[in-house]
């Protein structure tokens, strides 16, 4: 059974630092692996999905990585801004389109 | 092009009712995940659909059931409300398995 753990639980940082939430998981055969933000009481916002066979994705301020050997991703985060602020979750595709999510890092940017 | 949209937004319902919540993808997709998310629990997978037939199914109780018509619009049903069940309920839509999931905005749903 797959599980994804996120680290930290929490975070704040002052704006403009730069910041690395992490992601574990247990089964390293995924499909792909997919990080999102959600807002309070919003739906999920798809920022980066890396295949199996990539090692990492840009968009802009941010960049994910994809170890699946180690079974770790982490998602970079350049010069964060207080707009950045939500809560990140990553998921790892399994079978089926079934995504196992992590517990999710909430992020704080103070201006 | 439209995101994922799901209706109602909101519900309240009492113990012992049912419910069908509605989720209509991004046009061209067809598959469509269901995805159940409470504090306690986190986001937990519910079921997917695909061309009308359920693919892949969580460890949820049967009370729990779903439908997929042939224009890619999903339906999802719970039948027997417990206070358990409130929860926000997420729709997600992709082309294919394996490609990038795009979540609507999720119906919450108060059970009393």
């Known amino acids: 059974k797959q599980e994804v753990t996120q680290i930290p639980a929490a975070l704040s940082v002052p704006e403009g630092e730069n910041l690395v939430l992490n992601c574990s998981f247990t089964?390293?055969?995924?499909?792909?692996l997919q990080w999102f933000r959600q807002d309070p009481g919003k739906g999920l916002t798809s920022l980066l999905l890396i295949q199996s066979s990539q090692r990492e994705q840009t968009s802009g301020r941010l960049n994910a990585s994809l170890d699946k050997s180690s079974g770790r991703s982490t998602l970079y985060i350049a010069a964060s801004q207080p707009g950045d602020s939500a809560t990140y979750l990553c998921a790892a595709e399994t079978s089926g389109s079934r995504l196992t999510f992590g517990e999710g890092t909430q992020l704080t940017v103070n201006p | 092009k439209a995101g994922v949209t799901q209706t109602p937004r909101y519900l309240i319902k009492t113990r012992g009712q049912q419910v069908t919540l509605s989720c209509s993808p991004i046009?061209?997709?067809?598959?469509v995940s269901w995805y159940q998310q409470t504090p306690g629990q986190g986001l937990q997978f519910l079921f997917e659909y695909f061309s009308e037939t359920q693919r892949n199914k969580g460890n949820f109780p049967g009370r729990f059931s779903g439908r997929q018509f042939s224009n890619s619009r999903s339906e999802m049903n719970v039948s027997t409300l417990e206070l358990g069940d409130s929860a926000l309920y997420l729709c997600?839509?992709?082309?294919?398995?394996?490609?990038?999931?795009?979540f609507g905005p999720g119906t919450r749903l108060t059970v009393l």
């Open positions: 089964d390293s055969a995924i499909y792909n």
């Open positions: 997600a839509s992709s082309l294919q398995t394996n490609n990038e999931q795009f």
């Open positions: 046009s061209g997709h067809r598959s």
